[in-house]
């Protein structure tokens, strides 16, 4: 069983299983264009920002749009998914109800975007109840590698760091939230298998199930 005194939440691929969604906005996206996705687009574009992989693929395929045209494009689609397509981990909210029953304060810290998915995928789940504040990517300088969200969302439930968990699937999160002196759970995720190693000798417990959290 674990119970820490406040905890934080990342949302794609920790409580929701949702990494595979941008993939499949960037495959149907191209399909509607009468494209095919290949490995070598995704690679181009998956460490780009909105606006420059937006570019790149009206450059690429030679479409007939705004930069701003296919970003809205891409929002619409995952908007979509989000309401209608991505499911919670399993055990996931058992997890959430858990805690709240025992009176532990929780937050969100994530850098979903665009940030109108966040009410989607918590209204389609009822999960607002839960979580006292969400603390977004853009609300800090840095990115998840450092301490910053996680500070800043322990501070606005009140709580210390070393009194919080942090619960993120990605091994890099995991490292940030340390270095603020945070306790740090592991979350499983396929996209995240290469570092699945490294997150159980790194994290303070690593789990492949919320179920493993309650026992």
């Known amino acids: 069983m674990f119970l820490p005194q406040g905890a934080i939440f990342d949302l794609d691929g920790t409580l929701f299983d949702s990494m595979w969604l941008w993939k499949k906005v960037d495959e149907d996206f191209l399909a509607v264009h009468g494209q095919k996705m290949t490995p070598d687009y995704t690679d181009a574009i998956k460490s780009m920002t909105w606006e420059e992989g937006a570019r790149y693929t009206i450059d690429r395929y030679g479409l007939k ?24 981990k399993p055990y996931a909210k058992e997890y959430l109800q858990f805690l709240h029953e025992h009176g532990v304060p929780m937050a969100i810290a994530t850098s979903m975007e665009p940030q109108h998915n966040i009410d989607i995928v918590l209204d389609a789940n009822g999960l607002r109840p839960y979580f006292q504040n969400i603390t977004v990517a853009t609300e800090v300088t840095r990115g998840k590698g450092f301490p910053d969200i996680y500070l800043l969302a ?35 995720d396929e996209i995240s ?3 699945w190693e490294n997150m159980k000798k790194e994290a303070d417990v690593a789990v492949r199930s919320w179920k493993e959290l309650m026992e």
């Open 193 to 195: 298998d290469g570092d």
């Open 65 to 88: 749009r705004t930069p701003q045209e296919v970003i809205d494009i891409w929002f619409d689609m995952s908007a979509d998914f989000y309401r209608t397509q991505v499911k919670m």
């Open 154 to 188: 322990a501070s606005r439930l009140g709580i210390d760091p070393e009194k919080c968990a942090v619960y993120e699937d990605i091994l890099a999160a995991v490292r940030g939230a340390a270095t603020g002196g945070f306790q740090t759970v592991g979350i499983y």
